[in-house]
C-alpha cells in the first residue's frame, strides 16, 4: 500500500510555471507506476501524464505534451509534473494516483489506480 501526497499548486499568470509533487510514504515506492489526473468544475477527470515503475516510459494527454514534463526521484520517494507555458483551461485540481504495484498494463484509465492523493488546486489567470 502506498499513500500519496500532492504540493505545489498554486495561482499563476498564463504563460507561467509551476512544479507539482507528489510525495509517497513507504519503502516500496519504486514498485509504483504513478500518474496524474485533473479534473475541473463541471468536468470528468482527464489524464494528464504517468510514468511507469521503472521511470523509463513517460506518457501525457494531447492537451499538454509538449508543455508538462513528468519525472520521478525513487531516493526521494516523489514524483515531479514540472508545467509550463500554462493556459486558463489548466484550471483544475491536480491528483496524483498509483496503480498496484509492479503494474505494467496502461496507464490512461483512471479505473487502474487504487491509490489517489488529496489534490492539489491548480489555477491558471488569463
Known amino acids: 500500500q502506498v499513500q500519496l501526497v500532492e504540493s505545489g499548486g498554486g495561482l499563476v499568470q498564463a504563460g507561467g510555471s509551476l512544479r507539482l509533487s507528489c510525495a509517497a510514504s513507504?519503502?516500496?515506492?519504486?514498485?509504483?507506476?504513478i500518474g496524474w489526473f485533473r479534473q475541473a468544475p463541471g468536468k470528468e477527470r482527464e489524464f494528464v501524464a504517468a510514468?511507469?515503475?521503472?521511470?523509463?516510459?513517460?506518457y501525457y494527454g494531447d492537451s499538454v505534451k509538449g508543455r508538462f514534463t513528468i519525472s520521478r526521484d525513487n531516493a526521494k520517494n516523489t514524483v515531479y509534473l514540472q508545467m509550463d507555458s500554462l493556459k486558463p483551461e489548466d484550471t483544475a485540481v491536480y491528483y496524483c494516483?498509483?496503480?498496484?504495484?509492479?503494474?505494467?498494463?496502461?496507464?490512461?484509465?483512471?479505473?487502474?489506480?487504487?491509490?489517489w492523493g488529496q489534490g492539489t488546486q491548480v489555477t491558471v489567470s488569463s
Open positions: 494516483a498509483a496503480p498496484s504495484q509492479y503494474y505494467s498494463g496502461s496507464l490512461y484509465p483512471s479505473y487502474e489506480y487504487a491509490y
Open positions: 513507504g519503502r516500496t515506492f519504486s514498485r509504483y507506476a
Open positions: 510514468i511507469n515503475w521503472r521511470g523509463g516510459s513517460t
